[in-house]
Each structure stands twice: as structure tokens, then as C-alpha cells.
């Protein structure tokens, strides 16, 4: 092989031309819509894990005994639910809305799945509640 | 009325003077309103700027070359319409997540070499011989797969997919969607071939579902869609009892 | 010393180059191919066919019918025992392409579909869906994919073949990536660089269409036969000239006059949207100059109407012209007629090969749409071209492998005084000239349009020869060009003038070759000489090139076999 | 230019097929469960709008003492923590983090969520006592 112009000619090893390498930006995310409500769905996770930690703490208190044991009502743990919930909430839609995406089921038509699963969301948030409910004093 | 023009600001590079690319500014006519992306940087090479470089052939959004950035988003360029931006300018540049060659011309060698890793082709294990005629297809059998099918191979997707970004990598969006083209063909019989290479630890588990590259795809490919279908199918044969049996 | 050396080198990676490749690979699967394109194979310009491929695979069906139709629908410029070799292989081939895994459509009993297509007696074009080019590319060259011995040169311009001994060795070919020319050397050598609509301004054919390969051969030697035969189709969308596929007169649409009226029921009564591209053509041209066409801001239309086939016909089987008619003219075809004009499409000229594919030149092989093996004559009949880069790109990589596995090895020397030979011509003609003051873009859109004016539907002698001058006076301008990118890394600027090159020479055959054609057939339709003439022109034109500036025009018989030319109505 | 697979790396790697798997039942899980919880617990309880099991003492003993309450705890506490492992170990991937790929963070995340497995199991088998009241 030859290279055109006579400088490289002699070069037998002829190294690939340079390119430039563009790197990602830190803040990719925030460049478009569809990445910052990425970014969010991941981000659900954070809030959502606090929020159970204080369910096993909620739970692991109960060993106090009936004196040492007080409800949380205070307006920064009802602020901090609310918070959560957006978020869980924000994880329920688009974690079943991709599963209908996943899923496939032969002549079952992914719209149907996504119904279903929506569908037994709040079957299970149903039966739930009445528990959660039903059991109080 | 006083011609219309658009601006056009593109990408130059040419990796023998510059450091890094840099835009270019034109102002062309837009004569007329069905002129796309495409046509106004073929008017700059004909009559204002023969050095600008880009990739171009089909000008009808089959051949898959002519993908480039505009305003920010992967699009093909040759359907991409003048009117649908102006009176606003226009930023044309490479691919994203791409090595930039020249220009607007990206580096897609990487994409090749994926594509040959997935073994785009009918794998069997016993050759059906030709005097035998077709294989009998039903049109349900092909609509299994005819969406992954009709990849035109023009990088939007990698462009569009920030996993790709971060970790090249990545087998990426394309290239699963042809394997599951394969895999999912009544034909076909390489799926045991195919998934050490989608499953492997740059395969599919890296995508987190941003699910863009489906939403630039010109072609309705749903990449995102042959990716997490691929994680399920891999995770059930191993899961389920017989999941890993013979087909 | 350290160039590249293969047994069989493919110059081109659409659907003829990529089967010649795999069919080299088959018939000796120790030989060497390498693979050179301009554009990543699966960019050529096969991938916008849409309509389908012919072949005989129904009972009903006969390859006497199929032979028939080609040779009719060839005004009987085709060689009979090519069609006759052609007809019977196409079917092998076709199921071949669906052992490779093409999406073929199917019928209820999930067998290969077949539809209707003009000038075919029967139906007996296959397809996939309205993509089949783009299905049948993207399955050769994924299955090409698994062959270690084919090596492939993508993005690689090639700018000469290496001749020594009045034998093909190889070509010189640009790097696109790196600027470097390249000697690539091979003992065998087949072109498959596709056709040359570019020389056209309104066109359905992609960028890359610009006639190197005919021109290579060319200049080589080889002479280029039947140039002035260059097909129009009757329906691309006005304005960008993209193809609305024949497919959708064959699944029933209408074309319309601004009188809404089935115009072609004066032209071609018998088989109406169904007639052959070359007559459909004049007739809407015809129609046109008569007023009966629609005014529109890109020149004169008419209505390709599909409403009646409704909605579940139309996405099941025309889904890409609906994407098409949505994208492109802002139109939903279920609900609006096409507005659609005749259009340069394909060249049934080419480079003189025969049933085999071999050139004149020892080693050198020619197929696909830049060449010309006898199979098209003066009109190809649509869908024959997708089988015909099947069969005749199988038969060449076969014909090739067969040479190069006796062939003695390519000597050096003289490849390497050839290949400086040609950077000295490319830096000092392009890359390192200084001056120049003619743009390349404008020289084009003059030849083309020149070529639009002087060689379309209707060609006259006072209009041929008009456009042989003007192409001349281009051809001095073309000295004085002006290069503006000097940079060795992906020059396009310097690709598009040597594109540019080759179609202005390409141009000048055509017309040369059509002004010495004083009679009408097939496509050449000659407004002074309304009639076919078999006495003095059943016979296939060859130029080939000269010092001078027309070409030296050489005439050889049609061969016949069993298909007596009779009087050419539909 | 000739293209030769990928043969460094094709296995299917079947940790990421593990993680990949919790990933998606804690998904599952927590798309279904954990709001209703959040709702109830978080903000209709401590707001007094409706009477909810864990106010009260002996009511909040009572149902924690049943032992398929305790099972159904441990699946809505333990198994999401995989899916949040998961996302926010690519989180940090996606924030610039690339040694959030690497396998000491895949043990220290995932070791995370085995972690809070064993402490949720060992709170709900030491808390209360089984009853079946
Ligand atoms: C819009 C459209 C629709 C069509 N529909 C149909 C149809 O329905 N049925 C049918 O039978 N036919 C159809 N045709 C015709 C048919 O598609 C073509 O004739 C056929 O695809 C040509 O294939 P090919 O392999 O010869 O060339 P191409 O596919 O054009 O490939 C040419 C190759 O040569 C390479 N090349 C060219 N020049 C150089 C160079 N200088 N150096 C290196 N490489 C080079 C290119 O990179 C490319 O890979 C259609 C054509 C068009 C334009
Ligand atoms: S999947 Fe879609 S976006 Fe990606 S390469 Fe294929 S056609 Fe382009
Ligand atoms: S954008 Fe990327 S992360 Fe996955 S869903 Fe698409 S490949
Ligand atoms: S030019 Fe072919 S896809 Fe745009």
C-alpha cells in the first residue's frame, strides 16, 4: 500500500487516521426530557429503600414492648411519605407500564398485559389497605 | 417576497489541522418546502462549501447512511424537513457516542463487528437441502420477527442510547434486535449460538431500559423491546426446569 | 511488496457483488475474496428495490412463459439463450435466498407469495412485502457474514483496474478512512458497481449510482454494450424522484389523467397498468404534452390511485409506500391518490459480458446492473433485475473461482508502476491542483439536466446531438475544476469528482450510442424514427472508447433461439 | 477491513443473569406493594384518616406475630432491595461512576441487599413471637 503524499509513503505501518473520541458529558441527563425522567425512574429506588428501612425499624420497635412504643406522626415523616410516595408511585407506572414491553405472550396483545398488571396493582392495593385497615382497633 | 433562508450551522473536522470539532455557520436558500435536512447540506457541497463531509446515498430513509444529529436528536437526514424547523436554525452534527472520522462522518466499525458477533444468519442443524424447496412460513411466523427485521443498520439508536455512551462495549440496541431477528425466525435453530453473546456480561444486562433507542429508531425496530425480551427469554431457560431445553 | 493479493476480488457489495463473493467461496471455499465498496455493502443501492424478484416456482407458471415475457418485454434486444439460462436458474436462486433466512412474503399455506407485475403474462414476482431489495441485501450480506475467506475493503473508492498483460490483476482503490490509493490485487476481478442514474437529475436512483464500474471497464478496454437503452419507470413521486414500485399497479392501483381517467386503455389496452415500464412511459409523456396531465410545482403528474384496494391490502402489502407517500409527499395513501411522473431507473446498458459474466479481458468479470450479459435488451422487464443479480452475480463468482483456481499468481512489478502511476494522476489532476474555477456541482446539475432534456423518454437527432456537443463543452470544463478539500481523510469532495469523471464519459456513450440508433425499440424511442427496425437493428451496440471524443460503435447480431421477434403490443 | 467476533467475551454471564432477575421481582414487588403501604402507613395513618394497624400496640404485635404476615414482610422488605441495589449501582454508572460496573461493587452492592435479607429475617424472627392469634 501507498499512501497519497509523499511523507506518509514511507510509513509501512500506517497507524489509522485519528479520530476524535467525544466524550459524555456529565450532565447527559439533563440535555434532553426523556433522560432526566430516566435518571428519575432510577432514582426512585433511593427513596423507596428509606422508606422500607423505616418499616423494618417500625417493625423491630415492636420488641420494646407497649411502653416503648409510639407511632411516628410527625409532620417531617408525613412530608417525607408524601415524598415517597410521588416516587413509588412514579416506579408503579413506568415498572408496569415496561413490563408490557417484556412480557410476551403469543396473540395476547401488549396492551392487554399492561391492563392486567395495572389491574392486579390495585387488587393487591386493596386487599392491602383492608388488612392494614381492617385490623386496627 | 424576499427569498426564505435557513441557517445551517455543521460539524467540521478534519483530523489533520484540528483539535477538536468545531461548527460551521451557513445560510442557504430554502426554496422549497419539501426540502429535508439532507438537500440543504447537498446544496452547501454543490455551491457554497465542496469540502463538507458526510454520508448519503438512498435519500429515502432505506439505506441507513445518512443518520447524523440535528438540533441535539439522531435523525436521518433525509427526512428530516427544512419547514418542520425553520424559521429556527439548524445544528447538524456526527452521531453522538460515536469516534467523529471527518466532518459528520462517524466511526462505525464497531457497529460491524457487533453485528458479525450476534451471527446474523440462519444457523441449523442440519442443512434443509435446496431441491427440497422452501421452508414453509406462515405470515403469523413472520410477523414474529418482521419488526426486528427491518433494522436499516443506521446508528440512531447508538447514537441515541447514553449505556452506549458510557461504555462502547455495550452490545447495544441494533445489533440485539438482529440476533432476536434469528432467534425468533421458525427457520432458525442458532439461538444456543447466538445467547452467550447476547447474555454475556456486555450484553443485554447493561441496558437500564432508557428505552430512547426505540423512541429515535426511523423504522419502528423497538430495539428496547428485543433487549429486555432477550433478558427474560435468557433468565427463563435458566430459571424454569426445562427452560434450557432444545427448541 | 505488502498489498493485499485475493483470488477473486468483488468490486461492489450490492446483491449481484455479495452472491459473486459467497457463489467464489461455494465453488472453492480455499479461495481468497476480497470485497471492495464504496459504501458499507448493506448501503448499496439494492436496498430501495422495492417490488420484487421473478422467478418460475408456481405449476401453473412456465420458464417458456417467463422467457417469453422477458424477451417481448425486451423489444428482442435480449440473447434468447441468456433469458433462456436466466429463466431456469432464478427459481434455485430465490429459494436459495430463503434457506439464507429472506423474509419472502407467504402465502396461506406458507409457501413464497407471488404478485403480478408489468409485462409479466403471470404472476411470478416474489417479494417481501415492499422492501424486497432491502430485505434481500441485508440477508446476503448478513449470511456472508459467517465466510472467514471473504475479506472485506468497505469505504473503499476504486479508481482503476490493474491491467498487465491484457489481463485484469486487480484494482487501485481509494481508503476512504486513511486517503491512501491502494493496490489490490487479484487474479480474478469482478465488477458489480450497479447503474448509473446519477447522470440524470430526476432519478430513482441513490448517490452512489454513478456508473464506476462501466467506466472502469471502459477505460480498461471492454466495450459497454446497448448504452443507449436506459429505462424510465413510469411512477416515481415528483420532486425527489423517489419509487413508487411498480408493485402497486401490479396489486391493482389505477393510473389517472387530470380527467380521472384510465388513460392507458389508448396505449396498452390488453394489460393496461400492467404494460411494460418502456410504453407506459411514453404514454404518460404522451398524455402530458397533450394537456392531460396534472400541473403541478415540480412539473406535470399524474394519479396513481390505490384507495379502492383498501386499508388492510395496502399495510399488509404495500407498507413502505404508505411510510413513503406519510413522509415524504405528506399523504396517506389510503386516503389520497400518488401524484407520480416517469423517472430514470435502471440501465439495461452495461459492461459486454457474456452468459457467464466474462469480459473481453482475461480475469475480468462483469454482473449486476453495470453489466450487460444479453438478459435485458431494450427494456427490462421489472423484478427481473433482483433474480438477474442473483443468477448472473452467482455465475460470475463461479466463472471467477473456476480461472483463479488455475490462474499462475500477479507479479509485482508492473502493479507497482501502475498503482504510482495513478497517485501521480489523482494528486496532480485533484487533490494537489491549484486553480480552477468550475465547481463540481455545477457541472453536474448541467449533465444532468442536459441528460434529462437530450437522452430521456423521447430522444431526437437534432436533441442527441445537441447533448453531444454540451456534454463535450463539459467535459473541457471538467479540466478546470476547483478542489476546496485538500484533507486525505474521508475526501468526498475528491470521491464526487471522479464520479463525476466517469458519468460524463458514461454520458457521452449513451448518446453517442442512441444517435447512431436510427430506430425506435424498447426504451430508446427515437421521435424521428417512430418504427423498430430489424433489418437494420436487431443487433446490440458496443462503443468502445477512443483517443477521440465519440467512441468507436461496434454492432454484433441478437442471438436467437426459438423466439421469432413478431410486432410488440399489449 | 475484516471483522472478526467478538471472541474475548462470549459467555453468558449468569451473575448478571442472577441480579438481573432479582432485579426485576423486586421491581415487581415494589411496583405493586409499596405504595399502597406508603399511603397507608406514612401519611393516612399519622394524619388520622383512617385507623391503621401499627398505631396501636397490641394491634401492630398481633398482625406481626402471624407468621404469614412475617413471610409476606420479608418479601416486601428483602426483595426490592435487589431491584434498588440494581438501579442505584447503575445509577451511579449513568452519574459517571464507571467502577460501579466493577465486581467489588456488584458484592458491595448485592452483598447490601443479602445484608438487609438476613437482618429483616433475623427482626422479624426476634421481634415478635410467633402466634397465631
Ligand atoms: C428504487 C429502485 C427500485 C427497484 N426495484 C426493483 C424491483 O422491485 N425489482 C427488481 O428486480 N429490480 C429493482 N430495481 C433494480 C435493482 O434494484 C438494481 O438493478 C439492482 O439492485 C442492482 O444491484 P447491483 O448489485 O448491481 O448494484 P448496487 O446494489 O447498486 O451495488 C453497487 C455496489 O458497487 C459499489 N461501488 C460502486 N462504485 C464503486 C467504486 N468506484 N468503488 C468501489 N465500489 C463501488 C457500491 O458501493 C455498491 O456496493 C430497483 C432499483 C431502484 C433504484
Ligand atoms: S434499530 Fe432502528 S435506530 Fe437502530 S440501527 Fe436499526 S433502524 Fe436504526
Ligand atoms: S437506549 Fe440503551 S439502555 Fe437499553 S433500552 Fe435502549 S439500549
Ligand atoms: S440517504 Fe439513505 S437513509 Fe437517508
Not at chain 2, 48 to 69: A, K, Q
Not at chain 3, 391 to 400: D, E, K, L, M
Not at chain 3, 479 to 503: C, G, V, Y
Request: neutral net charge; glycine residues 8%; proline residues 5%.
Amino acid at each position: 500500500m501507498k499512501a497519497l503524499g509523499g511523507a506518509e509513503a514511507a510509513d509501512s505501518t500506517h497507524p489509522p487516521p485519528r479520530v476524535y473520541k467525544p466524550e459524555m458529558p456529565r450532565g447527559w441527563w439533563l440535555r434532553q426530557r426523556h433522560y432526566f425522567l430516566y435518571i428519575i425512574r432510577e432514582f426512585t429506588a433511593l427513596p423507596m429503600a428509606l422508606w422500607l428501612l423505616w418499616l423494618l425499624y417500625e417493625i423491630q420497635r415492636a420488641s420494646n414492648g407497649p411502653k416503648g412504643y409510639y407511632p411516628p406522626s410527625s409532620p417531617a415523616f408525613i412530608v417525607f411519605s408524601i415524598i415517597v410516595l410521588a416516587f413509588a408511585l412514579y416506579h408503579t407506572y413506568t415498572f408496569l407500564s415496561l413490563a408490557g414491553v417484556i412480557i410476551h405472550i403469543k396473540g395476547v396483545p401488549s396492551r392487554l398485559i399492561v391492563l392486567s398488571q395495572f389491574a392486579a396493582w390495585l387488587v393487591a392495593s386493596a386487599v392491602i389497605a383492608a388488612v392494614l385497615i381492617g385490623f386496627a382497633r | 417576497m424576499a427569498e426564505k433562508r435557513i441557517t445551517v450551522r455543521a460539524t467540521r473536522f478534519d483530523p489533520a489541522k484540528d483539535k477538536a470539532p468545531r461548527l460551521q455557520s451557513y445560510d442557504i436558500p430554502f426554496a422549497d418546502e419539501s426540502m429535508v435536512v439532507l438537500d440543504a447540506l447537498n446544496h452547501i457541497k454543490a455551491h457554497v462549501d465542496g469540502s463538507l463531509s458526510y454520508r448519503w446515498s438512498c435519500r429515502m430513509g432505506i439505506c441507513g447512511s445518512c443518520g447524523m444529529m440535528i438540533n441535539g436528536i439522531p435523525k436521518l437526514t433525509c427526512n428530516a424537513f427544512l419547514r418542520d424547523y425553520w424559521p429556527r436554525s439548524i445544528t447538524v452534527e456526527p452521531l453522538n457516542n460515536f469516534p467523529i472520522v471527518r466532518d459528520l462522518v462517524i466511526d462505525m466499525e464497531d457497529f460491524m463487528h457487533k453485528l458479525k458477533s450476534i451471527k446474523p444468519w440462519i444457523i441449523r442443524k442440519q442443512e434443509y437441502p435446496l431441491g427440497a424447496g422452501e421452508h414453509r412460513q406462515t405470515m403469523d411466523q413472520i410477523d414474529e420477527f418482521r419488526q426486528f427485521s427491518e433494522c436499516i443498520n443506521c446508528m440512531l439508536c447508538y447514537a441515541a442510547c447514553p449505556v452506549y455512551g458510557l461504555n462502547n462495549e455495550f452490545l447495544g440496541p441494533a445489533a440485539t434486535a438482529l440476533a432476536r431477528r434469528y432467534d425468533l425466525d421458525s427457520r432458525d435453530q442458532g439461538i444456543k449460538e447466538r445467547l452467550p453473546v447476547l447474555a454475556n456480561s456486555e450484553g443485554v444486562w447493561e441496558c437500564s431500559f432508557v428505552g430512547e433507542c426505540s423512541v429515535v429508531c426511523p423504522k419502528g425496530v423497538d430495539p428496547a423491546k428485543a433487549i429486555q425480551q432477550t433478558k427474560l427469554d435468557t433468565t427463563m431457560r435458566f430459571v424454569l426446569p426445562y427452560g434450557n431445553r432444545e427448541e | 511488496m505488502d498489498f493485499e493479493s485475493y483470488d477473486v476480488l468483488v468490486v461492489g457489495g450490492g446483491l449481484a457483488g455479495i452472491r459473486a463473493a459467497i457463489a467464489a467461496v461455494d465453488a472453492n471455499p480455499r479461495l481468497k475474496v476480497g470485497m471492495v465498496s464504496k459504501v458499507y455493502p448493506m448501503r448499496s443501492h439494492t436496498v430501495s428495490a422495492e417490488g420484487g424478484a421473478a422467478a418460475v416456482l408456481r405449476p401453473e407458471d412456465s420458464y417458456e412463459t417467463h422467457a417469453f415475457d422477458t424477451i417481448k418485454g425486451s423489444d428482442y434486444l435480449a440473447d434468447q439463450d441468456v433469458v433462456e439460462a436466466f429463466v431456469r436458474e432464478a427459481p434455485v436462486e430465490i429459494i436459495q435466498m430463503e434457506h439464507w433466512g429472506c423474509p419472502w412474503s407467504r402465502d396461506e399455506d406458507g409457501k413464497i407469495s407471488v404478485r403480478p407485475f408489468g409485462g409479466m403474462t403471470t404472476w411470478r414476482t416474489c417479494f417481501a412485502a415492499d422492501k424486497s431489495g432491502f430485505h434481500m441485501l441485508h440477508t446476503v450480506f448478513q449470511t456472508s457474514l459467517q465466510f472467514s475467506q471473504i475479506h472485506r475493503h468497505d469505504e473503499a473508492f476504486a479508481t482503476k483496474l490493474l491491467i498487465e498483460d491484457s489481463r485484469c490483476v486487480g484494482v487501485v482503490a481509494i481508503d476512504m478512512r486513511s486517503g491512501r490509493l491502494e493496490a489490490i490485487t487479484a487474479k480474478t476481478v469482478i465488477i458489480a458497481t450497479g447503474g448509473l442514474g446519477r447522470i440524470y437529475a430526476f432519478t430513482t436512483n441513490g448517490n452512489i449510482c454513478t456508473g464506476d464500474g462501466m467506466a472502469l471497464a471502459y477505460r480498461a478496454g471492454v466495450g459497454l454494450k446497448d448504452m443507449e437503452m436506459v429505462q424510465f419507470h413510469p411512477t416515481g413521486l415528483p420532486f425527489t424522484g423517489i419509487l413508487i414500485t411498480e408493485a402497486v399497479r401490479g396489486e391493482g392501483g389505477y393510473l389517472l389523467n387530470k380527467d380521472g381517467e384510465r388513460f392507458l386503455k389508448r396505449y396498452v389496452p390488453n394489460k393496461m397498468e400492467l404494460g411494460p415500464r418502456d410504453i407506459i412511459s411514453r404514454a404518460m409523456v404522451t398524455e402530458f404534452e397533450e394537456g392531460r396531465g396534472f400541473d403541478g410545482p415540480h412539473g406535470k403528474y399524474m394519479h396513481l390511485d390505490v384507495r379502492h384496494l383498501g386499508e388492510a391490502v395496502i399495510d399488509r402489502k404495500l407498507p413502505f409506500m404508505r411510510e413513503l407517500g406519510r413522509e415524504f409527499v405528506g399523504i396517506d395513501i389510503v386516503k389520497d391518490p400518488i401524484p407520480v411522473r416517469p423517472v430514470q431507473h435502471y440501465m439495461m446498458g452495461g459492461v459486454d459480458a457474456d452468459i457467464s459474466g466474462a469480459t473481453p479481458i482475461a480475469g475480468l468479470y462483469a454482473a449486476g446492473e453495470c453489466a450487460n450479459v444479453g438478459l435485458n435488451g431494450g427494456n427490462r422487464l421489472g423484478s427481473n433485475s433482483l433474480s438477474e443479480c442473483l443468477v448472473f452475480g452467482a455465475a460470475a463468482g463461479r466463472a471467477a473461482a473456476e480461472y483463479a483456481s488455475s490462474a499462475g499468481p500477479v507479479s509485482t512489478n508492473p502493479v507497482d508502476a501502475l498503482l504510482a502511476d495513478e497517485t501521480n494522476h489523482i494528486e496532480s489532476s485533484y487533490l494537489d491542483k491549484r486553480g480552477g474555477d468550475e465547481r463540481i456541482g455545477t457541472i453536474r446539475e448541467e449533465m444532468q439536466h442536459d441528460m434529462d432534456a437530450g437522452a430521456g423518454v423521447f430522444r431526437t437527432r437534432d436533441g442527441l446531438e445537441g447533448l453531444t456537443r454540451r456534454l463535450a463543452s463539459l467535459r473541457d470544463r471538467f479540466e478546470r475544476i476547483k478542489i476546496e478539500d485538500s484533507s486525505r481523510t474521508f475526501n468526498t469532495e475528491l470521491t464526487a469528482a471522479l464520479e463525476l469523471d466517469f458519468m460524463l464519459e458514461m454520458a457521452e456513450t449513451i448518446a453517442f450510442s442512441a444517435l447512431a440508433r436510427e430506430e425506435s425499440r424498447g426504451a430508446h424511442a427515437r421521435r424521428d424514427f417512430p418504427e423498430r427496425d430489424d433489418d437494420k437493428y436487431l443487433n446490440h451496440t458496443v462503443a468502445h472508447r477512443t483517443d477521440g471524443a465519440a467512441p468507436r460503435l461496434e454492432y454484433r447480431n441478437v442471438r436467437i433461439t426459438n423466439f421469432k421477434p413478431q410486432a410488440r403490443t399489449y | 477491513m475484516n471483522h472478526d467476533g467478538h471472541a474475548k467475551n462470549s459467555r453468558t454471564a449468569y451473575t448478571h443473569l442472577l441480579w438481573w432477575f432479582l432485579f426485576a421481582q423486586g421491581g415487581v414487588i415494589a411496583a405493586i406493594l409499596v405504595p399502597i403501604h406508603v399511603l397507608v402507613q406514612g401519611i393516612l395513618g399519622p394524619l388520622g384518616i383512617v385507623r391503621v394497624v401499627d398505631r396501636h400496640y397490641d394491634t401492630w404485635i398481633r398482625i406481626v406475630g402471624n407468621p404469614i404476615v412475617k413471610l409476606y414482610l420479608l418479601v416486601l422488605i428483602a426483595v426490592p432491595f435487589f431491584h434498588f441495589a440494581h438501579r442505584l449501582r447503575y445509577l451511579l454508572v449513568d452519574l459517571g461512576v464507571p467502577a460501579a460496573r466493577s465486581v467489588p461493587a456488584q458484592v458491595i452492592f448485592y452483598g447490601g441487599a443479602v445484608v438487609i435479607t438476613a437482618v429483616t429475617i433475623w427482626v422479624l424472627l426476634t421481634t415478635v413471637p410467633i402466634s397465631f392469634g
